[in-house]
Nanobody, 123 residues
C-alpha cells in the first residue's frame, strides 16, 4: 500500500505560481510512475501531468504544456508540480496519483490516489 499526501495548494492571483508536492509513504513508490490530476467543481477529473519512475519521461495535458513542470526526487519519495502562469481556469482540486506504468497513468488509470490539495486562482 502506498499513501500519497499532497501539499502546496492555496490562493494565488492570475499570472502567479505555485509548487505542489506529493509525498509518498513508502520507498517502493520510487518504482512507480507518478502524476497529477485535477477536478474543477462540476467537472470530471482530468489528467494534468505524469513522470516515469526514474524521471526520464514526462507527459503533459495540452492545457498545461509549457506552463507546468513535473519532477521527482526519489531520495525524498516526493513528486512536484511547478505551476507558472496560472489562470482562473486552473482552479481545481489537484490530486497526486501513482501507477506502475506511465502510459496507464496518462490515460487516467491509477493504483493509488491522494486526498487532494485545493488550488484557487483569482482574476
Amino acid at each position: 500500500q502506498v499513501q500519497l499526501v499532497e501539499s502546496g495548494g492555496g490562493l494565488v492571483q492570475a499570472g502567479g505560481s505555485l509548487r505542489l508536492s506529493c509525498a509518498a509513504s513508502r520507498r517502493t513508490a520510487s518504482s512507480y510512475a507518478m502524476g497529477w490530476f485535477r477536478q474543477a467543481p462540476g467537472k470530471e477529473r482530468d489528467f494534468v501531468a505524469a513522470i516515469s519512475w526514474n524521471g526520464g519521461s514526462t507527459d503533459y495535458a495540452v492545457p498545461v504544456k509549457g506552463r507546468f513542470t513535473i519532477s521527482r526526487d526519489n531520495a525524498k519519495n516526493t513528486v512536484y508540480l511547478q505551476m507558472n502562469g496560472l489562470t482562473p481556469e486552473d482552479t481545481a482540486l489537484y490530486y497526486c496519483a501513482a501507477h506502475i506504468g506511465l502510459r496507464s497513468l496518462s490515460r487516467g488509470q491509477a493504483e493509488y490516489w491522494g486526498q487532494g490539495t485545493q488550488v484557487t486562482v483569482s482574476s
